[in-house]
């Protein structure tokens, strides 16, 4: 296993530090859905406020022998439904309003799912591609070490996220096993196979985005085959989800990463760009395709445009110009609430995040049951019950959206918001 790519990662245009601010995205969506529940005054505040949250300031050795201080964050938003769930994010964006939103969003995606756990999120401001491979690793065993505090098996369980992969989980298990003197492989999920981690893991977000897509395809009598796609993003997501689109016979007419975009109306074939990009260092100037901006990329004609690069990507000011006809976010919050209006106005459907890219915390929970029992599943068993549990989660939401006439995004949040709400009373509040 390696560590993310040793590159810079420059802002991606529109980055949410340009866009509306990701907590205060949250807390609009958060409340647009709890003023279809009625909830009680004292249970719309609690559930406004994340549980816990801790700030670390915590210093590495480089490779120079000189010394940087880093600064970490992980905040748990609610634990009414089990131990929190969340990713932890390497990135220079890592802030505490993002790591703040991200939380809440995982909340409603673990209660939209029916999984037992609360949401939590973690991360570093860092560049991941400016460490050596010693530095990342120092610094990754640093941080797991401040987070110990929280973080164990029935209590906080991280997982990959932006700028993290699988090595990084599985020093962050290492850590927390050398501190408790045996193994503990189910404190994180997201780690290689030989150390607990489960088949179908990696490819779950990007596999689940393509098992949505294609059955709102059936839904809209969209052609799946032959619908044209565009994917921001190539990371493991976007990767992975263009790469099974388009075994599907999806044709990929655009493609990015973070330094632009590349597009050919005829079609691109994401394993050969995959090369390119890796022998390249970026997919621009691919000799198949026109190179494009991140912005272009967007406004691309297509039936499915999946954003799965970061937050805040489709706003009031591009929403307008958007030429597809289903968007599905493989990222978390790519689409501010004012752009949501829009679209909905112009009919174009989004299928929001917290239903969309449920297929990796999905897999983390079938990774984590797997170790807690010590008895692991086939993939072919895991992709079975990834796809039975979004088609089931798609179905529930669709049903409530055309009942309550509103989003699929307002209906996945009233169903979530809904269910922690509902256990948080059952519960009681304590004392």
């Not at 300031?57 to 009414?80: E, K, N, Q, W």
């Not at 990796?360 to 019950?385: K, R």
């Amino acid at each position: 296993m390696t560590p993310p790519a040793l590159v810079p990662t420059p802002p991606v245009p529109g980055s949410p530090s340009l866009q509306d601010d990701p907590w205060e995205m949250a807390l609009r969506q958060f409340h647009i859905a709890g003023d279809h529940l009625a909830l009680k005054r004292g249970i719309r505040e609690y559930l406004g406020h994340p549980q816990r949250e801790l700030t670390v300031h915590f210093p590495v050795v480089m490779d120079d022998g000189t010394v940087r201080v880093f600064t970490g964050y992980r905040i748990l938003h609610s634990t009414v439904l089990g131990p929190t769930k969340g990713g932890i994010r390497f990135a220079p964006q890592v802030r505490p309003s993002e790591v703040r939103a991200l939380a809440m969003w995982m909340t409603w995606k673990c209660a939209l799912n029916h999984l037992p756990y609360g949401g939590a999120k973690g991360g570093v401001a860092c560049d991941p591609g400016r460490l050596s491979r010693a530095e990342l690793e120092r610094l990754t065993r640093r941080f797991a070490t401040e987070l110990s505090i929280l973080i164990g098996p029935q209590s906080d369980i991280p997982a990959p996220d932006v700028g993290t992969n699988d090595q990084i989980m599985a020093w962050m298990m290492d850590t927390y096993s050398m501190q408790r003197g045996h193994s503990v492989p189910s404190v994180v999920t997201g780690k290689p196979v030989g150390i607990g981690g489960s088949a179908g893991r990696q490819e779950a977000t990007g596999r689940g985005v393509m098992i949505v897509a294609r059955r709102v395809a059936r839904d809209r009598g969209i052609p799946f085959a032959g619908s044209r796609v565009v994917v921001q993003g190539f990371g493991n997501v976007g990767a992975t989800a263009a790469r099974l689109m388009h075994a599907e016979g999806c044709v990929i007419v655009g493609l990015s990463d973070v330094y632009g975009g590349i597009a050919n109306p005829r079609g691109l074939d994401p394993a050969v760009v995959a090369r390119y990009a890796k022998e390249t260092g970026r997919m621009a100037g691919f000799p198949e395709a026109t190179t494009v901006s991140n912005a272009e990329l967007l406004e691309l004609p297509c039936e499915f445009l999946i954003p799965a690069a970061i937050e805040g990507q489709i706003t009031r000011e591009n929403a307008p110009r958007i030429h597809a006809r289903v968007i599905v976010e493989g990222a978390n919050g790519p689409t501010t609430p004012e752009a949501d209006v829009i679209l909905g106005e112009r009919g174009i459907l989004v299928v929001p995040d917290v239903l969309a890219n449920a297929g990796g915390v999905i897999v983390s929970y079938f990774e984590w049951v797997q170790d807690l029992q010590s008895y692991f599943w086939s993939e072919q068993e895991i992709n079975a019950h990834l796809e039975r549990l979004l088609v089931q989660s798609y179905e529930k939401v669709a049903a409530l959206s055309r009942d309550r006439k509103v989003s699929l995004r307002t209906g996945a949040l009233i169903f979530a918001v809904r269910r922690v709400a509902e256990a948080l009373l059952t519960r009681g509040i304590y004392p």
